[in-house]
C-alpha cells in the first residue's frame, strides 16, 4: 500500500503558512480530498489520522454501492434515483439524492469523468435548475463519467479541476 505522511510542510517557506485558515477549514478540505478519491476508488482503503487520532476510515469494499453507503449511510442510497446509460459515446452512472438530502453548496455534488474528480459547472447548474420547484438548496449527486478523451477539455483552469464536455 502507499502510506502519505505531512509534517513540517513550512518549515523552508515559513511565509506560505500565513495563507492557510483556521485547522478545522483545512482539515475539512482534507477530508473532502480524501473523500473524492475514495467514493471513485471503492476498492482500495482510506485513513486518515491525526497523531494518535483516527479521523476517517474507509476501507475497501466490493462495489461503488458498498463505497457511497459507507460514506453518506444507507439512507442515502434507499432515497436517491439510481440512472445509468449511455448517450454519444458517454457511460453514465449516476446517483441524484432527493431534495431531502439538498446541501447549501456543491459539496454534496460529485462528479467523476474517466477517473478524475471535477467540476463541471454547467452540469452542477443544470441539477440546480431541474430541482428549482422542489427545493432552494443546492442538489447531492454522485455522478461517474467515462467520456471519450478527444471529448473533454481539460484546460479550462490551471488546476485542472474544471472541464468543460463536447456534449455537456
Known amino acids: 500500500g502507499t502510506w ?4 513540517d510542510l ?4 515559513p511565509a506560505r503558512k500565513n495563507f492557510l485558515k483556521s485547522d478545522r477549514y483545512e482539515g ?3 477530508k473532502k480530498c480524501i ?4 467514493l471513485y476508488y471503492f476498492n482500495k482503503s482510506f485513513y486518515l489520522s491525526s497523531g494518535r487520532n483516527s479521523i476517517l476510515a474507509y476501507p475497501a469494499q466490493t462495489t461503488q454501492e458498498e463505497r457511497i453507503e459507507q460514506i ?4 442515502f442510497l434507499k432515497n436517491s434515483l439510481h440512472i445509468k446509460g449511455d448517450f454519444k459515446g458517454i457511460d453514465y452512472n449516476i446517483y441524484l439524492g432527493e431534495p431531502t438530502w439538498d446541501k447549501h453548496d456543491s459539496i454534496g455534488q460529485h462528479i467523476y469523468v474517466n477517473g478524475r474528480y471535477v467540476k463541471i459547472t454547467g452540469f452542477r447548474n443544470m441539477a440546480k435548475a431541474s430541482f428549482s420547484g422542489l427545493s432552494k438548496s443546492t442538489p447531492s449527486f454522485i455522478c461517474y463519467l467515462n467520456v471519450p478523451f478527444q471529448d473533454v477539455n481539460c484546460n479550462v483552469h490551471p488546476n485542472k479541476k474544471e472541464v468543460r464536455l ?3
Request: proline share 0%; glycine share 10%; charged share 30%.
Open 166 to 168: 463536447k456534449y455537456e
Open 35 to 38: 473523500m473524492d478519491f475514495a
Open 28 to 30: 475539512g478540505l482534507i
Open 72 to 75: 453518506f449511510g444507507k439512507d
Open 4 to 7: 502519505i505522511a505531512s509534517k
Open 10 to 13: 513550512f518549515k523552508n517557506f
